[in-house]
């Protein structure tokens, strides 16, 4: 059974959801707050966010449930929440390879999927953070919110739970691998077109062509022809 939960402030929410994992049966719990001190982003990054403005969510979910890989997990994941927010906000919303969350060329949602055993069960941690009533941001910041972007307001509480409605209902329902790739591969970012993407400190043009099932990246690079990327092997800049 679906429950979701919240914490008026936590460290992160990715690292508290396993104590709310009390029960065998315990699948597809949530945890959110809206003031998250020590959020952390992929491969070590770190996810900061004004209290009060934005939403730290987690959902775990058990592994047991999803017949696909990791890889399509994390991409489906991505369409899913890239889903909620075109409807939402009526706009289009794109995926930056592998799964951050952009909207009108600002990110608003960053994303970290682990996995963890927690009371002898596998668990996908779903881990999302939502930048949507914050209206400042660093100068040099890719980062954006809903309210920056869109010029809409929404109570914190009736997005979360919007959010977690949406996303039990998608995941109880995996589409097919080959759907996956593809809806993932139609909401790429800058797909087909000409970007700038630095590579072992040079930059130069290239075109993202799309990502595969192994969860590279392909790229038909002005210089180097085509070619395919693991995360942080090659950085767009955007």
């Given amino acids: 059974m679906s429950q979701l939960f919240y914490l008026k402030e936590c460290s992160s929410t990715n690292d508290e959801i396993s104590k709310f994992l009390l029960y065998e049966n315990s699948d597809f719990i949530a945890l959110h707050t809206f ?49 909620f927010l075109a409807n939402l906000t009526d706009n289009p919303v794109k995926i930056k390879w592998p799964n951050d969350i952009i909207l009108k060329n600002k990110k608003i949602v960053g994303i970290l999927i682990e996995k963890k055993k927690i009371n002898q069960n596998n668990y996908f941690i779903i881990g999302a953070g939502f930048n949507i009533l914050q209206e400042k941001f660093d100068e040099i910041s890719n980062a954006g919110s809903i309210l920056t972007q869109t010029g809409k307001h929404f109570n914190l509480n009736e997005f979360t739970i919007a959010l977690h409605d949406f996303l039990v209902e998608k995941l109880n329902i995996i589409p097919s691998e080959d759907e996956i790739l593809s809806r993932f591969n139609a909401g790429l970012f800058r797909k087909d077109e000409i970007s700038v993407f630095e590579l072992n ?15 590279n990246l392909w790229i038909d690079l002005e210089n180097d022809g085509l070619q395919s990327f693991y995360h942080k092997e090659i950085k767009l800049l955007y």
């Avoid at 982003?41 to 009060?52: C, F, I, L, R, V």
């Fill in 35 to 83: 003031h998250q001190t020590k959020g952390r982003g992929q491969y070590g990054n770190t996810w900061s966010a004004a209290a009060e403005k934005n939403l730290a969510y987690t959902l775990a979910v058990k592994t047991e449930n999803f017949p696909v890989s990791d890889f399509l997990f994390n991409y489906y994941t991505a369409i899913i929440i890239r889903d």
């Fill in 201 to 215: 400190e040079k930059r130069q043009n290239g075109i993202i062509k799309n990502a595969d099932i192994n969860g």
